[in-house]
């Protein structure tokens, strides 16, 4: 039976800690794909900003670029609205009647979990696979809830934490790849107006000498 892995987020943006999880899922499950969906507006997230789907999508293409086994699905892109995870298992069983699948989420997520639209509809399509957060440690400890748990040390980062370094205009080499760093300052992104503005008036400086 072929064992299929979804990894949902906003990965805004993706970090070399997604790319990590990825890796620990596939080899510790025995995972033969995972599918990585970039949400259109998480439900938990509403008020929070983000940039457009279209950006996030390039950079999660990015970020597996090169890596056989993973791929990125625009379902929920398509989809529009609001992304609930139930749908999106729909959409995977519809596809893969005959395999077994695996949702990726984060200890954070398994705090939330009977929050979810239809969660005892999730357990029946798939099973869960969760890797830790920092900070919710314990939420692994009193849930009952049937899942596994991704082991090993992961990259100690989050997205959020990486807008705000770049809005700050500190280095996020250590997070980001070097094809997604060179994307987000190519295209200006997770910067405050007044950046735009200041780099935007030293590019016409410089092409002015």
Same mark, same amino acid.
């Given at each position: 039976?072929?064992?299929?892995?979804?990894?949902?987020?906003?990965?805004?943006?993706?970090?070399?800690?997604?790319?990590?999880?990825?890796?620990?899922?596939?080899?510790?499950?025995?995972?033969?794909?995972?599918?990585?969906?970039?949400?259109?507006?998480?439900?938990?997230?509403?008020?929070?900003?983000?940039?457009?789907?279209?950006?996030?999508?390039?950079?999660?293409?990015?970020?597996?670029?090169?890596?056989?086994?993973?791929?990125?699905?625009?379902?929920?892109?398509?989809?529009?609205?609001?992304?609930?995870?139930?749908?999106?298992?729909?959409?995977?069983?519809?596809?893969?009647?005959?395999?077994?699948?695996?949702?990726?989420?984060?200890?954070?997520?398994?705090?939330?979990?009977?929050?979810?639209?239809?969660?005892?509809?999730?357990?029946?399509?798939?099973?869960?696979?969760?890797?830790?957060?920092?900070?919710?440690?314990? =939420?692994?400890?009193?849930?009952?809830?049937?899942?596994?748990? +991704? #082991?090993?040390? %992961? &990259?100690? @980062?989050? $997205?959020?934490? /990486?807008?705000?370094?770049?809005?700050?205009?500190?280095?996020? =080499?250590?997070?980001?790849?070097?094809?997604?760093?060179?994307? +987000? #300052?190519?295209? %200006? &992104?997770? @910067?405050? $107006?007044?950046? /735009?503005?200041?780099?935007?008036?030293?590019?016409?400086?410089?092409?002015?000498?």
């Amino acid at each position: 039976m072929k064992r299929i892995g979804i990894f949902g987020g906003t990965f805004d943006p993706p970090h070399k800690g997604h790319i990590a999880i990825a890796q620990k899922a596939m080899k510790q499950l025995s995972l033969d794909t995972i599918y990585f969906v970039p949400a259109y507006l998480p439900p938990h997230k509403l008020q929070h900003y983000s940039i457009t789907a279209k950006h996030r999508l390039s950079m999660v293409k990015l970020a597996i670029d090169g890596k056989k086994d993973f791929k990125v699905t625009t379902i929920e892109l398509q989809r529009r609205g609001i992304s609930y995870t139930v749908d999106t298992l729909k959409s995977f069983r519809n596809r893969f009647p005959n395999a077994a699948l695996i949702l990726i989420i984060g200890a954070d997520n398994l705090e939330q979990f009977q929050s979810w639209r239809s969660p005892k509809t999730i357990l029946q399509l798939a099973s869960l696979a969760v890797y830790k957060r920092r900070g919710f440690s314990q =939420s692994l400890k009193n849930q009952n809830i049937a899942f596994q748990p +991704i #082991k090993g040390q %992961l &990259l100690q @980062v989050s $997205s959020t934490e /990486i807008r705000k370094r770049l809005k700050k205009e500190l280095t996020v =080499s250590k997070f980001i790849s070097k094809p997604i760093e060179r994307y +987000i #300052k190519r295209h %200006l &992104l997770y @910067v405050h $107006s007044h950046s /735009i503005i200041r780099k935007r008036n030293i590019n016409e400086i410089n092409r002015t000498h």
